[in-house]
């Protein structure tokens, strides 16, 4: 039996078959053309170099944050403290406290429970006022809230929630309507105090090593605030602004995510409470979907349909194709 | 035959040529390797100087040119790498490397991103091609990656906000846990050593399978059957691309 017959045959199918081609070959000089293109490359980055530049914003420190808007920051360090703020009630990867987002059943934040952990409290608030040296009216409010019943924590960060939105930053001191706030005025006052030193920069950071690299805390503290976002907002770097691929200034910036971005302007994912893990989702089907686009029948006969590539290969066409004269 | 010369104590290297490929050590498996990669790529193959007549678009010059931007931000982020990250916020010069980076990226996205979009309009996984598709798409995915870690290295205003929005994409589908962009230590380490990597490796494969398959073939012309040079498609036969 000869190996002939035991060749499995199938018709051919032009969106997965190509035929072998039997025309000519012509001169086509690889090297020659990365070359060129390199040079085109290099000149072209090095004008856009020359002309444009690129961006480099200082980043906004705990520092600079307190000092620029001291109320802000106050207002955001009392939610630290009475666990409210975003990060307090976020869930996995920082706590327990927050539901993470899900699509019917599933919930893989939830699966994957608690890596970084942060208790808002202790990390932001009274564990550095507990570094302070030479303060024993801070450390004595400190041991007052944490001996204090929770409902009564409750009672003082609450009365102190309505009159700090009314406080103002003057002579080197925050200024809240009178009221009965517990130790919570001290600790508060404090905290703006070390932060508009710069301590509190440093005592986020330190809290682990010498040489820290994760800024995952001063980072999650300074987002908690509306002075960040005001700032992207003056950039047009908000999330409704199509923020996530923009940069600041009239830079191109990570242009290749719109479609990422543009599914956080429609509906559903634009009011939704899941919207990370809906975008997310329909992205890695999106992208499943371009990965395997050759396996997948109707998808792969779009280029026939479209007939780009008639524009493409315009010149071998004309080459092989009679004319209507002919 | 002598392999060593003995006046110069180095092995000879017509000696040397004459013993490469013996028939005795075929069964060696360095050999079975050196053999298959030259039978799957000649060298007239791996860097040919002929193209078939279709091969006449400005489309053609995109996958190169990504190539070339590609070594230009590899240069310029290895001269960022040398100096470490804070010498660019502090020197003029390192602020134009800096420039140069990004630019390049930009370039090199732009040119992908065209590339990928002139295949697929060309339908280019045709004929056994399929690998070659996906590793295509799979190096503009670890590219997207690339570039933003490097938004999140920047250890400035748009690191901290893109971050700070980012992470809750990242957090909502579990991988914050292991992967977490508001740590600047990680998040440079993805950028300059783990996905450089991967690109390298996922770009040459998808050349050498570019070169191993060829430039895929138009689709048949008008008034040319489809598949009227193979009617029957043979799984396995040379002649036929699947």
Not at chain 1, 80 to 104: F, K, R
Not at chain 1, 236 to 258: C, V
Request: with cysteine; charged share 15%; aromatic share 10%.
């Amino acid at each position: 039996m000869s190996a002939e017959t035991h060749k499995k045959t199938r018709p051919f199918k032009v969106d997965r078959d190509a035929t072998t081609w039997h025309g000519r070959y012509e001169k086509y000089d690889l090297a020659k053309e990365f070359l060129i293109s390199f040079v085109v490359v290099c000149i072209l980055v090095a004008g856009l170099a020359v002309i444009f530049g690129s961006p480099d914003d200082k980043p906004v420190t705990v520092k600079s944050w307190s000092n620029a808007d001291a109320v802000d920051f106050a207002q955001t360090a009392l939610t630290e403290l009475d666990n409210s703020s975003p990060t307090a009630v976020y869930g996995p990867p920082y706590n327990l406290n927050g539901t993470a987002q899900s699509i019917g059943p599933l919930s893989p934040a939830k699966w994957l429970g608690v890596h970084h952990p942060i208790d808002t409290a202790n990390d932001y608030v009274l564990g550095p006022l507990s570094t302070l040296p030479n303060a024993p009216q801070v450390q004595a409010a400190i041991a007052e809230y944490k001996s204090a019943s929770t409902s009564q924590q409750g009672t003082w960060t609450t009365a102190y929630g309505k009159a700090v939105a009314n406080a103002t930053y003057t002579d080197g001191k925050l200024v809240v309507p009178p009221g009965d706030y517990g130790p919570v005025t001290t600790l508060i006052a404090a905290e703006t105090a070390m932060a508009r030193s710069g301590a509190l920069d440093g005592a986020l950071l330190s809290s682990r090593q010498f040489y820290g690299t994760d800024y995952t805390k001063p980072l999650l503290f300074i987002a908690n605030g509306a002075y960040l976002a005001n700032l992207a907002n003056k950039q047009n770097l908000a999330g409704t602004q199509w923020g996530m691929m923009n940069e600041t200034g009239q830079y191109p910036g990570q242009a290749w995510l719109w479609l990422y971005t543009l599914w956080y302007q429609v509906p559903p994912m634009k009011t939704s409470s899941n919207a990370d893990l809906q975008v997310f989702s329909l992205m890695i089907v999106l992208t499943a979907l371009l990965a395997l686009v050759p396996f997948i029948p109707g998808l792969r006969s779009i280029p026939r349909w479209t007939r780009l590539y008639r524009l493409i290969w315009r010149e071998h066409y004309k080459e092989v194709e009679p004319t209507d004269r002919a | 035959m002598t392999i060593v010369d003995p006046k110069t104590e180095r092995p000879d290297q017509a000696d040397l040529d004459k013993a490469a490929g013996r028939p005795e050590d075929a069964d060696q498996w360095t050999a079975k390797i050196r053999n298959s990669a030259v039978e799957a790529l000649p060298p007239q193959k791996l860097l040919p100087d002929r193209q078939p007549a279709y091969v006449a678009s400005w489309i053609y010059v995109f996958g190169v040119t990504t190539i070339a931007a590609l070594i230009v931000v590899i240069g310029t982020g290895l001269v960022l790498a040398i100096f470490g990250p804070n010498w660019w916020h502090v020197s003029s010069t390192g602020l134009f490397v800096n420039s140069l980076h990004m630019w390049s990226v930009e370039i090199f996205m732009f040119a992908m991103v065209i590339h990928l979009w002139g295949k697929f309009f060309m339908a280019a996984w045709r004929g056994k091609r399929k690998a070659t598709w996906i590793t295509g798409v799979v190096s503009f995915l670890v590219s997207v990656g690339a570039a933003f870690t490097g938004y999140l290295s920047q250890q400035n205003f748009d690191s901290q906000w893109i971050s700070s929005q980012a992470k809750d994409g990242i957090n909502s589908t579990g991988a914050g846990a292991i992967f977490n962009v508001t740590n600047f230590g990680q998040m440079i380490m993805w950028h300059i050593v783990l996905l450089p990597l991967c690109i390298v490796a996922i770009v040459g494969l998808h050349v050498l399978m570019v070169r191993l398959r060829g430039v895929v073939t138009p689709f048949p012309a008008k008034g040319e059957a489809p598949g009227s040079e193979s009617p029957t498609v043979a799984t396995g036969e040379a002649e036929v691309q699947a």
